[in-house]
Structures are given as structure tokens and as C-alpha cells.
């Protein structure tokens, strides 16, 4: 059993940056995938970034490609997504989640392959 607890999420006006931290109030996600997921109003859920559970390789979004860094603090159970050169399309709540196995994720980009989800961190950006 996982629980995550997303947090820093905000208002930020475009071109600004943002870190999101995600940790877990239950359980330990040091040898689990963690992937980051957004979702705007009156859209599907959208890949932002995710890490594999040593943390040696990490993936991006096409939409974030390049504004984006996940990365993990395995010693305080913590994953975390920076963005920066925020844009309005940016705004969203933001989602960590964590697959129900840990170890190797095939699937990292793929939602359904996760089973544990955060509550969720509103990401607001402003013209």
C-alpha cells in the first residue's frame, strides 16, 4: 500500500518556474517507477515526466520536453517536478502516481500502468 501526497503547486505568472514534490505518507516508493501526470479542465490526462525507480534514466512529455526535470530523493521517500519557462497551456492539477509493483516499468508514459495516485496540485499560470 501507497499513499502520495503531491504538494507545490500554485499561481505563477508565464516564464516562471515551479517544483512539485511528491511523498509518501504510507508506505516506500524507493524501488518503484514514479511518474508525474497533468490533467486540464476538460481534457484526458497527459504524461508530464516520469523516473525509473533508481533514478538512472528519466523521461519528459512532448509538451514539456526540454522545461521539465524529475528527479528523486530516495532517502526522504520524495519525487519531485521542476518546471520552468512555464506557459498558461501549463495549467493543470498535477498528479504523481506509482505503479503497484516496484522495479522495472515498461511502460512508463502509459497512465494505466500505474495504480497508486496522489490527490493532486493545482499548477496555475498566468499571462
Known amino acids: 500500500q501507497v499513499q502520495l501526497v503531491e504538494s507545490g503547486g500554485g499561481l505563477v505568472q508565464a516564464g516562471g518556474s515551479l517544483r512539485l514534490s511528491c511523498v509518501a505518507s504510507v508506505g516506500t516508493i524507493s524501488t518503484y517507477a514514479m511518474g508525474w501526470f497533468r490533467q486540464a479542465s476538460g481534457k484526458e490526462r497527459e504524461f508530464v515526466a516520469a523516473i525509473t525507480w533508481s533514478g538512472g534514466r528519466t523521461f519528459s512529455g512532448d509538451s514539456v520536453s526540454g522545461r521539465v526535470t524529475v528527479s528523486r530523493d530516495n532517502a526522504k521517500n520524495t519525487v519531485y517536478l521542476t518546471m520552468n519557462s512555464l506557459k498558461p497551456q501549463d495549467t493543470a492539477v498535477y498528479y504523481c502516481?506509482?505503479?503497484?509493483?516496484?522495479?522495472?516499468?515498461?511502460?512508463?508514459?502509459?497512465?494505466?500502468?500505474?495504480?497508486?495516485w496522489g490527490q493532486g496540485t493545482q499548477v496555475t499560470v498566468s499571462s
Open positions: 502516481a506509482a505503479p503497484r509493483a516496484p522495479g522495472y516499468l515498461s511502460l512508463i508514459r502509459d497512465s494505466d500502468s500505474y495504480g497508486y
